[in-house]
């Protein structure tokens, strides 16, 4: 298995462009999330899903937007960037139910926005 | 919402050393508590874990020690190594849900040889 991935590894914008990023898990999870982290800061909670169409916020969802359309995909969409959200950024995916709570993180997307 | 304090922020030991990391929160209905390593440039992978019906739990050099009473929980690592050098974190669930959690800031532990 390859647990969970993410495309693309590294990425450079400008200021006002766009782009998704793919995070794809193959362990059948129904829980998948997208956090950022930022030096200092820690992993904060952007956008989730607790299953196959359902989405919901975080702490920091201002300027980002997701989709699941299937249940091994949830994509995290940068309308108009900004360098505010030059960052890492992390995918991770989780079982769910009593035991199933560890979460699985993606190697992650290092973005500059510039 | 749930707010989690994580102290210190660096920890430098010799090794063989033990390191303490503690961490405060702030939701009194959370009970899932687990802590992640992470090694420059990896991506953040669980050590272990304790819910909110357990004390205390070890897993080796680890251990884990939660006080819901003063809402707060810690890691201990004894008789530290090199390779323990990394960012560690600590998390707890928030929203009443197991499957949210909101994490501390880090801890830089550096063992010295």
């Known amino acids: 298995n390859a647990g969970v991935t993410q495309t693309p590894k590294f990425r450079v914008l400008k200021t006002g462009q766009s782009m998704t990023l793919l995070c794809a898990q193959d362990m059948n999870h129904e829980y998948m999330y997208w956090y950022r982290q930022d030096p200092g800061m820690g992993l904060r909670l952007i956008h989730y899903s607790v299953g196959e169409g359902t989405t919901a916020k975080g702490e920091v969802p201002d300027g980002y937007n997701v989709s699941r359309l299937k249940k091994q995909n949830f994509l995290l969409g940068l309308e108009s960037a900004a360098p505010s959200q030059t960052s890492v950024y992390f995918c991770?995916?989780?079982?769910?139910?009593?035991?199933?709570?560890?979460?699985?993180f993606g190697p992650g997307t290092r973005l500059t926005v510039l | 919402g749930e707010n989690v304090e994580q102290h210190p922020s660096t920890l430098s030991v010799q090794e063989g050393d033990s390191a303490v990391i503690k961490c405060t929160y702030s939701?009194?209905?959370?009970?899932?508590f687990p802590w992640y390593k992470q090694e420059l440039g990896k991506r953040p992978q669980l050590i272990i874990d304790?819910?909110?019906?357990?004390g205390e739990k070890k897993d080796q050099r680890i251990a884990v020690t939660l006080n819901k009473t003063a809402k707060h929980f810690s890691l201990h690592i004894t008789e530290t190594q090199p390779e323990d050098s990394a960012v560690y974190f600590c998390?707890?669930?928030?929203?009443?849900?197991?499957?949210?959690?909101?994490f501390g800031k880090g801890t830089l532990l550096t063992v010295n040889p």
């Open positions: 991770a995916s989780s079982d769910g139910g009593t035991l199933g709570d560890t979460q699985y």
């Open positions: 939701d009194s209905a959370s009970n899932y």
């Open positions: 304790i819910r909110s019906n357990v």
């Open positions: 998390a707890a669930s928030s929203g009443g849900s197991n499957y949210k959690l909101t």
